[in-house]
């Protein structure tokens, strides 16, 4: 059973691909690394998943899921730190698909934010309003919001970055977790030892597709040097693609 | 004699009018102010004050000085720029607050030619600019008021949710959620309305005033926005009682009476706020062990 399904996709910025031609699925509960240079597409594919961008061409497939019922943790989120507004009740926005706009939030909500709270380690900084945050207690309070989410499918776009060891191996730890629980994760990162360790599966990504499959025949030497060639500038004379739409 | 200076006053209907419409605007226009602060959109407030205007002359064109014509006339254009200008900055490159000051710009002109061109008295273009000269109010201005003030309040609490998760992570909001854009829409009509309540309560140049000061103040005395809007109701309502007040006593218009002491605790709350007040800035007293 597939999750998501790629086909021939293309995804970029004003005709210009920021992901070129990938086709391919992800099976229901798999846990998929993306591995790349900067600008090699992997922001660009996550938002392409969660819906925020449209495709230039070929299709995502969700499984008849709506794009909203994927929990999505963008690189840089645009939280406006100074707002007035607590560790609780940004952890309880994950009800959202749940309660929407006015559903109440009842005692057993409670408990599970409470949870959720704890599982992150922040127990104890509910009240502390989000500008007081560390990098990592933010990044603690964004995966809580997560675990909320309770969604099937979740993407991770470079959780790690300017994290410490100890807030990463707490919060890989939630993402083993969620792996357990069959849901299907996907995550940008950096560190290849950390994906060596965790990842079952990897898709190595410099803009095409340079190899999709299990993590130890993926991060071969001769890959990663491959994906490190990539060229980054978009070329602003560049003819239109040749390859057409497979039907 | 004290009692006589804070009671006389509301012996009169027209001012007992005055205070009770602005017990409805601070309702209303507190928590509207600190959402306008809090998505950095006070001054995009303070110039959709004079969107409104062409309405409003428009209304006073066809039916002279009607509440009922004035308000529709300034829904009309409040709702037509605020619509405008959110479509011209998604259709185009231009950013919203570039093209809300093109349109405003255009409206503003547009109002006053109106109302130099139909021909006003002196002491009709005061109460239109400021408020009513020693805060006397009719009937009619009272209903709408408080008729707006109900509406808004009953659909802020509506799309209060979005509207918070807007403000603090729209990227979040849109990854799960289609209501982004109806609640911001939603917040600009409830914009335009109470922008009209203070056109009526305090005049055209002013009105905006107990919108945006009060959420100044509030913001210097908490990190809690529930509690924020609290204050800002609070604020908005000693600032619209003291000044009822002053232009009773003085005979001044209620506009600049109102602004001038919600400005007199926003000097306060800026020095003595425990939310980064200056003094407080000054002397922060020692740190602590832990």
């Known amino acids: 059973m597939s999750e998501l399904r790629f086909h021939n996709l293309t995804l970029g910025y004003e005709r210009h691909p920021a992901v070129h031609h990938l086709s391919g699925t992800v099976a229901s509960g798999a846990m998929v690394a993306v591995v790349g240079p900067n600008g090699a597409g992997k922001s660009t594919l996550f938002r392409g998943v969660v819906g925020a961008i449209k495709p230039l061409a070929g299709s995502i497939e969700r499984d008849g899921r709506d794009a909203h019922e994927i929990a999505y943790l963008p690189q840089v989120a645009d939280i406006d730190r100074t707002f007035p507004i607590n560790v609780y009740d940004m952890v309880a926005m994950g009800l959202w698909r749940s309660k929407g706009p006015l559903g109440g939030i009842a005692g057993t909500d409670r408990h599970g934010i409470e949870e959720a709270i704890a599982a992150v380690g922040l127990t104890g900084f509910e009240e502390r309003s989000i500008g007081t945050l560390s990098g990592g207690q933010m990044q603690r309070m964004l995966f809580a919001r997560l675990l909320i989410q309770d969604a099937r499918i979740i993407v991770l776009d470079e959780p790690f970055t300017a994290i410490d060891q100890r807030t990463t191996a707490d919060l890989m730890n939630l993402v083993q977790r969620w792996h357990s629980e069959r849901r299907t994760v996907l995550a940008a990162l950096h560190d290849i030892n950390l994906v060596k360790a965790n990842f079952p599966d990897t898709l190595l990504l410099a803009r095409e597709p340079v190899a999709w499959g299990a993590t130890v025949d993926v991060l071969t030497p001769e890959n990663l040097n491959k994906a490190r060639l990539m060229c980054e500038a978009f070329d602003d004379s560049a003819e239109a693609c040749a390859i057409r739409e497979v039907a | ?290």
């Open chain 2, 1 to 290: 004699m004290l009692s006589q200076f804070l009671f006389e006053p509301f012996g009169d209907t027209s001012v007992r009018h005055s205070l009770a419409a602005i017990v409805a605007l601070a309702f209303s226009a507190g928590p509207i102010g600190v959402f306008l602060m809090l998505r950095r959109m006070s001054l995009v407030g303070d110039a959709m004050s004079h969107a409104i205007l062409p309405g409003v002359a428009i209304g006073f064109l066809v039916a002279g000085l009607n509440v009922f014509a004035m308000t529709l006339g300034g829904l009309v254009a409040g709702l037509v720029i605020a619509l405008l200008a959110g479509a011209v900055s998604r259709a185009t490159t231009l950013q919203e607050d570039a093209s809300l000051a093109v349109l405003l710009l255009l409206s503003l002109a547009l109002g006053v030619v109106i109302v130099t061109l139909h021909g006003i008295d002196i002491e009709q273009l005061m109460t239109f600019l400021f408020g009513e000269t020693a805060a006397k109010m009719n009937t009619d201005k009272l209903l709408v008021i408080s008729g707006n003030a109900t509406i808004s309040l009953v659909a802020l609490a509506l799309i209060y949710r979005p509207l918070v998760l807007g403000c603090v992570d729209p990227g979040f909001l849109r990854s799960v959620s289609h209501s982004d854009g109806i609640a911001h829409l939603t917040f600009l009509a409830l914009l335009v309305l109470n922008l009209i309540n203070g056109f009526h309560a305090l005049g055209t140049l002013l009105g905006v005033g107990i919108i945006i000061i009060p959420a100044g103040i509030a913001r210097f005395w908490t990190r809690d926005i529930s509690m924020m809007i609290v204050l800002a109701i609070g604020g908005a309502l000693i600032s619209g009682w003291a000044g009822i007040l002053f232009a009773f006593h003085a005979g001044i218009p209620s506009g600049p009476a109102v602004t001038l002491i919600a400005g007199l605790l926003y000097i306060g709350s800026v020095l003595f706020g425990r939310v980064g007040g200056l003094v407080w800035r000054v002397f922060p007293g020692r740190h602590l062990e832990a």
